[in-house]
């Protein structure tokens, strides 16, 4: 399996693509286009990770979903699984990927259910802040960064752990995307951008080290 390939070679000698994940059900999975973008080419001049410059977009029933080591799912609104497409992503978590889910607020109600059925018999645990996740290149103490604020909560970052590993990791009330996105989108100071894109630099490490 290519994914197996992939996940074994150390991302500072083989140039790898990450994957923007596309669902069905109306939801925008298209939200934040030049988020991606960002945070690649942020892992690659501070932690040297030569990953392609350019992200993929990849159904989630897609075969050529195994090509990609680390997807990345966003959006506001309704997520919807096939039996098939959860069984897909079921099938690429086992065998080695990583997905980062990142709630661009109101996505939380739609895919914990549609998660449920890639995993029926597990349910996402918050991750408690001394997790490696959170201090990778850069230490987290505190956990995910408030990015943006919508509804005066704390940002909480939960996890998929099967068989001990994670992998399946949400951020939830933290807007990360956001803060990855062209600093004109937003208007995000410099500061806040810059905490959004070293935790994002955490998330990629962490999923090709673990």
Not at 89 to 103: A, C, E, M, Q, V
Request: net charge negative.
């Amino acid at each position: 399996m290519l994914l197996c390939l992939l996940a074994s070679c150390s991302y500072a000698q083989n140039k790898t693509q990450i994957a923007l994940l596309k669902y069905g059900g109306g939801g925008d999975w298209y939200a934040n286009p030049t988020s991606l973008t960002n945070l690649i080419a942020f892992c690659n001049s501070d932690a040297h990770m030569n990953l392609e410059p350019t992200y993929a977009t990849v159904d989630v029933g897609s075969s050529e979903l195994f090509n990609y080591p680390f997807v990345h799912i966003t959006g506001h609104g309704n997520i919807v699984f096939s039996s098939q497409e959860a069984q897909n992503l079921r099938n690429y978590l086992i065998g080695g990927g990583f997905l980062h889910i990142d709630d661009n607020y109101g996505l939380r109600d739609f895919v914990v259910p549609q998660m449920k059925k890639v995993f029926p018999e597990l349910d996402f645990v918050e991750l408690p802040f001394n997790h490696p996740i959170y201090h990778q290149k850069y230490d987290f103490p505190n956990g995910l960064p408030k990015i943006h604020e919508h509804d005066n909560k704390p940002p909480k970052g939960f996890g998929l752990i099967w068989e001990g590993r994670l992998v399946c990791f949400f951020t939830w009330e933290c807007d990360l995307g956001d803060g990855w996105e062209d600093q004109d989108v937003h208007n995000d100071s410099q500061q806040t951008r810059l905490r959004a894109l070293k935790m994002g630099e955490n998330i990629v490490r962490y999923a090709f080290e673990n």
